[in-house]
């Protein structure tokens, strides 16, 4: 089946530094990808939808400026958390929808804490 | 909008005894609906998924789901679950023909008690 890969899974920061978290497609084209922030015990909230070669489209109250997303290739898409502060610590998970099959495919997810 | 609402955030029950965990939806247009199971500290694998067709779908560990569209649900059920069950249950709905990200619930944790 559909393998997403998701890197780094855990990573401790310095507030103020910024964090970079890549998501592939391992057998698949995924011409859309999504990046997805879950607080301890709660669900998962969308928080971009991002399109190979275009720009991402952020949900309402996420900024962009802080969590650029880069959709470079059909099979990596990229999460950078700009300055990072502790109130940006989560778990970050990225979710692939594969090109000819209607399925949305998660990451391991990133365990993000700033110190 | 689109939103999902799982009632039971926790859900206890005992090993080889049946369960259902419950998922009601609002959409204006026609929704694809999922159910998603995550162990702690990793990601979401998918159970089963409603696109169309048959209203009763099935995953390969067990568990059925059957979309009921005049009562807007999704319910997850096993007949005899086991203490790996032991998980929090996501039920997600998209909408949009696929371009849209997941609405997910705020999760069901199922609790198996030997």
């Known amino acids: 089946g559909a393998v997403v890969s998701q890197h780094p899974s855990r990573v401790i920061c310095k507030s103020g530094t910024s964090v970079k978290i890549e998501c592939r497609s391992l057998d698949f084209q995924a011409t859309t990808m999504f990046w997805y922030r879950q607080f301890p015990k709660q669900s998962l909230m969308l928080m971009a939808t991002?399109?190979?070669?275009?720009?991402?489209?952020?949900e309402q109250g996420v900024e962009k400026d802080k969590f650029l997303i880069n959709h470079a290739s059909l099979t990596l898409s990229t999460l950078t958390v700009t300055s990072a502060h502790p109130e940006d610590s989560s778990f970050y998970i990225c979710?692939?929808?594969?090109?000819?099959?209607?399925?949305?495919?998660f990451g391991s997810g990133t365990r993000l804490t700033v110190v | 909008a689109q939103s999902v609402t799982q009632l039971d955030s926790q859900v206890p029950v005992f090993e080889e005894a049946p369960v259902e965990l419950r998922c009601n939806y609002s959409s204006s247009v026609s929704v694809y609906l999922f159910w998603y199971v995550q162990y702690p500290n990793q990601g979401l694998q998918l159970l089963l998924k409603?696109?169309?067709?048959?209203?009763l779908v099935e995953s390969i560990n067990g568990f059925e789901a059957e979309f009921n569209k005049s009562q807007t649900s999704f319910h997850l059920r096993k007949p005899s679950v086991h203490i790996s069950d032991t998980a929090e249950y996501f039920c997600a709905v998209s909408v949009g023909g696929g371009a849209d990200g997941l609405t997910f619930g705020k999760g069901t944790h199922l609790i198996i008690q030997p």
């Open positions: 979710s692939a929808r594969e090109v000819l099959d209607y399925g949305y495919t």
């Open positions: 991002s399109n190979e070669g275009s720009k991402a489209t952020y």
């Open positions: 409603y696109l169309s067709g048959s209203t």
